[in-house]
T-cell receptor
């Protein structure tokens, strides 16, 4: 059965710290891996990764994919309280035409002042 | 509209009642997805619509769940004879054509509580 596993499940840090969130997957027909940030209800898109070893960067956030070891990491440097959220990792299933997403459990990040 | 919208934001219902949840996708998006997020869980795929094609209902947990998409735009997710385990946030997402390389954009969700 296809699955996506995130770690840690929760994390508490102080402003200015750097955090690394992990996502591993076992998906038969991998198409891409996506990261979302969920603050209240609507997950907002962060990154889509399809190729190994190519870092995607947006401000203080960056992410990279390793298709050989089947994982991705999301890094946040110089964390701020506004980074507090649930970070969701999802893998797009390419075995059908639907492109449905298989989600991990999420990592809840709390950044304290 | 600017983004995916959903209504109601919150719904409290009694066990055994039917509920309808609505999703308005981003204008021009032909692909629409429903997901469910139970407490402490990741998002779980429910159903997918793409244009006039037959929907992919493979994620619907039971025959009490059904969904329609009228006119290729608005979608309604219906849960009949609700149970307490149906309590969750129901999220809708849309993408331009449903191709596997596209990003899905999510609505704010409907928080359903079944008493």
């Amino acid at each position: 059965e296809d699955k996506v596993v995130q770690s840690p499940l929760s994390l508490v840090v102080h402003e200015g710290d750097t955090v690394t969130l992990n996502c591993s997957y076992e998906v038969t027909n991998f198409r891409s891996l996506l990261w979302y940030k969920q603050e209240k209800k609507a997950p907002t898109f962060l990154f889509m990764l399809t190729s190994s070893g190519i870092e995607k960067k947006s401000g203080r956030l960056s992410s990279i994919l390793d298709k050989k070891e089947l994982f991705s990491i999301l890094n946040i440097t110089a964390t701020q309280t506004g980074d507090s959220a649930i970070y969701l990792c999802a893998v797009k299933d390419g075995s059908s035409n639907t492109g449905k997403l298989i989600f991990g459990q999420g990592t809840t990040l709390q950044v304290k002042p | 509209g600017a983004g995916v919208s959903q209504s109601p934001s919150n719904k409290v219902t009694e066990k055994g009642k039917d509920v309808e949840l609505r999703c308005d996708p981003i204008s021009g998006h032909t692909a629409l997805y429903w997901y469910r997020q139970s407490l402490g869980q990741g998002l779980e795929f429910l159903i997918y619509f793409q244009g006039n094609s037959a929907p992919d209902k493979s994620g619907l947990p039971s025959d009490r769940f059904s969904a329609e998409r009228t006119g290729g735009s608005v979608s309604t997710l219906t849960i009949q004879r609700t149970q307490q385990e149906d309590s969750a946030v129901y999220l809708c997402a849309s993408s331009l054509m449903g191709a596997s390389g596209e990003t899905q954009y999510f609505g704010p969700g409907t928080r359903l509580l079944v008493l």
